[in-house]
């Protein structure tokens, strides 16, 4: 029987959205219910059709002047809100209907390195131009500012005179493929 549903927002490529669906494929009490995305040409879009995952696309007007997108949840009725690459703030009366459900993933360890318009490639640019000797990941939970909510989980890896921002987002992907899911387990299964 299914029991714990998932709903995910994702705003770009998605490798993320794709290796958590993959990861809970054979679950048979964790289902990811839907792709929620507010941009139009996603690739994650197109991992949403190949994975056979419903998607649901909204703009700017829906997400912040209507109750579009959060009717769509309410229907769907998550266990947990996953936020993997999703770019945009999350409005009040999502946060305020689902807070402690809702956790985000940052490719950095914050406090350091977050905050609006560190996202992305910006992040792994700013680490390497401030000379890190170490990054990694931060899943927390989300509230109404970026990258504030109460940290859930780190992981770091080391960086030394070899890298460039490349390399540290291919690290830093690496940790997420393999923690992002296990965290997620965790929490539904609390
Ligand atoms: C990831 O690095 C995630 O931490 C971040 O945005 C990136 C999304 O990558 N916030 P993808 O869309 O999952 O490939």
Excluded at 57 to 67: G, P, Q, R, T
Excluded at 82 to 106: C, D, M, Q, S, T
Excluded at 174 to 183: C, N, T, V, W
Aim: with cysteine.
């Amino acid at each position: 029987m299914i029991d714990k549903n998932i709903v995910i927002f994702a705003s770009g490529s998605g490798s993320n959205a794709e290796n958590i669906a993959k990861y809970f494929e054979k679950s048979s009490n964790v289902k990811i219910k839907a792709i929620f995305c507010n941009k139009p040409d996603a690739y994650v879009l197109q991992r949403a059709k190949n994975l056979n995952i419903e998607s649901f696309l909204f703009n700017k007007e829906d997400f912040y002047n209507s109750e579009k997108v959060l009717n769509k949840l309410k229907e769907i009725k998550p266990d947990l809100i996953v936020l993997a690459g999703f770019l945009w703030l999350i409005p009040e009366n999502i946060i305020n209907e689902y807070r402690g459900k809702i956790i985000n993933i940052h490719p950095a360890l914050l406090p350091k390195f977050g905050g609006k318009g560190m996202f992305g490639e910006n992040v792994h640019r700013a680490v390497f131009e401030n000379k890190e000797t170490k990054t990694g990941i931060t899943i927390h939970y989300v509230n109404e500012k970026y990258d504030e909510g109460d940290i859930i989980f780190q992981a770091e890896t080391k960086i030394d005179e070899h890298d460039t921002p490349q390399s540290i987002a291919e690290k830093v992907h690496a940790l997420e493929y393999k923690f992002f899911p296990k965290i997620i387990e965790e929490l539904l299964n609390l």
